[in-house]
């Protein structure tokens, strides 16, 4: 049972540079999450998918964007990179809405910005 | 807007020590709320859940119960293991939607 799967686990990246965490969920959820964990701030939400083809603004949205593929994956993508967005990474999936089903989570990908 | 409150960290147990992790919300309405665990290296997996007042939440020992006067979901234990150490983070979900706010974390080690 894979579930939800982030790659890459671990990246570094210089100040300025590019690039996409990917995420796919396996549980035929509608709903996708991105997440980032920074020390005693909790999770805090970045951006979310409610179904395939909608995605909207969390918390703390600016610098980041997000494309949700189809209804497995949903990637997110730092376009120029800045040291403040050293985080841990984490996805999420659960069914839609109002059934009090949880939220599964990934792994996680730690980011470091240099 | 929505809020979690959990009590400040780290704590430190010797095992089959009690347990008891505090954790306040604000919110409007009738929020769902849960207790998640993250064990090192690892993402969050939900601990349990109580959807109304006065349910109590319980999974592998660990309880927490819906209180609505109190706005209040304390997780408790009756006897840590030192296999508990990890770090717990309460939640709440609103009423008419999907979206979780979480609390800060609380680091648990337990010693043997």
């Known amino acids: 049972n894979a579930g939800v799967t982030q790659t890459p686990k671990f990246q570094v990246l210089k100040t300025g540079q590019s690039m996409t965490l990917q995420c796919a969920q396996d549980m035929n959820h509608n709903s996708m999450y991105w997440y980032r964990q920074d020390p005693g701030m909790g999770l805090r939400l970045i951006y979310y998918s409610a179904s395939e083809g909608t995605t909207d603004k969390g918390e703390v949205p600016n610098g980041y964007n997000v494309s949700r593929l189809n209804k497995r994956e949903f990637s997110l993508r730092l376009e120029s990179a800045a040291p403040s967005q050293t985080s841990v990474y984490f996805c999420?999936?659960?069914?839609?809405?109002?059934?009090?089903?949880?939220?599964?989570f990934g792994d996680g990908t730690r980011l470091s910005i240099l | 807007g929505n809020s979690v409150t959990q009590m400040e960290g780290p704590v430190t147990l010797s095992e089959e020590a009690f347990l008891t992790i505090n954790c306040t919300y604000t919110a409007t309405g009738y929020p769902s709320l849960f207790w998640y665990v993250q064990y090192p290296g690892e993402g969050l997996q939900l601990l349990l859940k109580a959807t109304k007042a006065d349910d109590k939440g319980s999974n592998k020992g660990f309880e927490a119960t819906y209180r609505k006067e109190t706005t209040s979901f304390h997780l408790e234990k009756g006897s840590v293991q030192v296999s508990d150490s990890a770090v717990y983070f309460c939640?709440?979900?609103?009423?008419?939607?999907?979206?979780?706010?979480f609390g800060e974390g609380t680091q648990l080690t337990v010693n043997p």
């Open positions: 939640a709440l979900r609103e009423t008419s939607g999907s979206r979780l706010t």
């Open positions: 999420a999936s659960s069914p839609r809405g109002r059934d009090n089903q949880p939220q599964h």
